[in-house]
């Protein structure tokens, strides 16, 4: 079994004055160990509130209201399994294979185990979450010491001059402060520190918005290979959905808090299949590759306070039609040659419409 996580029907929401906004409306998707996805939509779209769900991160007045987060322990892996209840380790102690454990069950002390050994997580804005007056080097070590107390001194220091080597950085810069480092750098180092503990589990949210686009490409270059080079599985969070054509596995797309398209990023690319994806696609160019006439979705997505019965998307939606207006669309196999391309969209229903539309129809 190579299955990671297994988010299911997951809903986020926001307690305001005027009631309950669904920021997060019933998400469902999984993720395969070493698999790189990606979660592309708007600002405001839901996938950072995803991405804090996953590493129960959310905070007042953001309130997860349902759904349960899988986290699938290897079985073959000797770090700290603090994350384990006593039970579990027992299990696994006398050979049993290892049930899944919901993170959204976890006691603190258990969150505590299992961020940093098992999930690593970069913000957007990350470069400036390193301490600015603490030298690069003693803020890895820091980490390592508090998490990683088993290594000595000695241990310590060639573990992070390795960390730093790993994402491309001299040793020798253990030994500069934030401000010497270029935005890049900068960058890199903060992969260094959520790779001390060899997580399982990196999510990236945003992390190279600040950068400009060549040093992007670095930066996901290295991102790519190390997840090739470390086993590593990776959600990587961006409004860029181009980024993604060429970073990922398996693309989710959001809008309006729910997921709307997910596939393989080369159905994704070859064949959008939800119109919102059509048209977020035609929004960027890409960085390698034919570029792509940008026509960019006219509208903005609506007021999560007053999201309107039926589809999220029927105010912007090209193909909107009656069924749009009342009925809700779920993810439903949306491709005869893809069957895992699944779309929230009514024209993919035959109960609607015979035929699926083509790429034509959605321009
Ligand atoms: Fe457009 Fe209707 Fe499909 Fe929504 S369900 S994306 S409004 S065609
Ligand atoms: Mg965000």
Redo the contacts with the bound molecule.
């Keep these: 079994n190579d299955l990671l996580l297994e988010v299911k029907d997951v809903c986020v929401d926001y307690q305001a004055a005027s009631g309950a906004v669904h920021a997060v409306d019933h998400v469902s998707f999984t993720l395969r160990r070493g698999e790189i996805m990606g979660l592309a939509g708007e600002s405001g779209s839901g996938k950072s509130t995803v991405a804090y769900a996953i590493a129960r991160l959310t905070r007042p007045p953001a309130v997860v209201t349902d759904g349960e987060i899988f986290y699938y322990p290897h079985a073959r892996d000797h770090r700290s399994r603090g994350f384990l209840s006593r039970k579990q380790r027992a299990e696994e102690a006398a050979g049993a294979a290892l049930d899944a454990v919901d993170i959204l069950d976890l006691t603190n002390e258990q969150l505590r185990a299992f961020r940093w050994n098992e999930l690593a997580i970069v913000f957007q804005s990350a470069m400036n979450a390193l301490n600015p007056v603490m030298k690069v080097g003693d803020q890895i070590l820091d980490v390592l010491k508090t998490h990683r107390p088993d290594l000595t001194k000695h241990a310590r220091k060639e573990h992070a001059a390795e960390l730093l080597k790993l994402v491309g950085i001299a040793p020798d810069r253990l030994n500069s402060y934030p401000h010497e480092l270029s935005g890049g750098m900068r960058q890199r180092a903060v992969i260094a520190i959520a790779l001390a503990l060899n997580p399982e589990l990196i999510i990236m949210d945003e992390p190279t918005t600040a950068l400009d686009v060549v040093v992007q490409r670095e930066i996901l270059d290295l991102v790519k290979s190390l997840c090739r080079e470390l086993g590593m599985a990776m959600i990587f969070i961006t409004h860029d959905l181009s980024l993604l054509l060429e970073l990922t596995d398996n693309i989710a797309i959001m809008y309006a808090g729910r997921l709307?398209e997910t596939a393989a990023a080369l159905d994704i690319y070859h064949h959008p299949r939800?119109?919102?994806s059509h048209g977020l696609l035609n929004s960027f160019p890409t960085l390698r590759g034919p570029r792509r006439k940008m026509v960019g979705i006219p509208g903005s997505p609506p007021d999560l306070r007053q999201v309107p019965p039926?589809?999220?998307?029927?105010q912007r939606?090209?193909?909107?039609?009656s069924?749009?207006k009342t009925i809700r669309?779920t993810l439903r196999p949306a491709s005869a040659s893809a069957p895992g391309q699944l779309?929230?969209?009514?024209?993919y229903d035959p109960h609607y419409r015979a035929e699926p539309p083509t790429a034509q129809d959605l321009t």
Excluded at 310 to 314: A, L, S, Y
Excluded at 317 to 321: H, L
Excluded at 343 to 347: I, P, R
């Design positions: 709307v939800h119109p919102y039926g589809c999220p998307f029927q939606c090209p193909m909107a039609f069924a749009c669309p779309a929230a969209c009514h024209l």
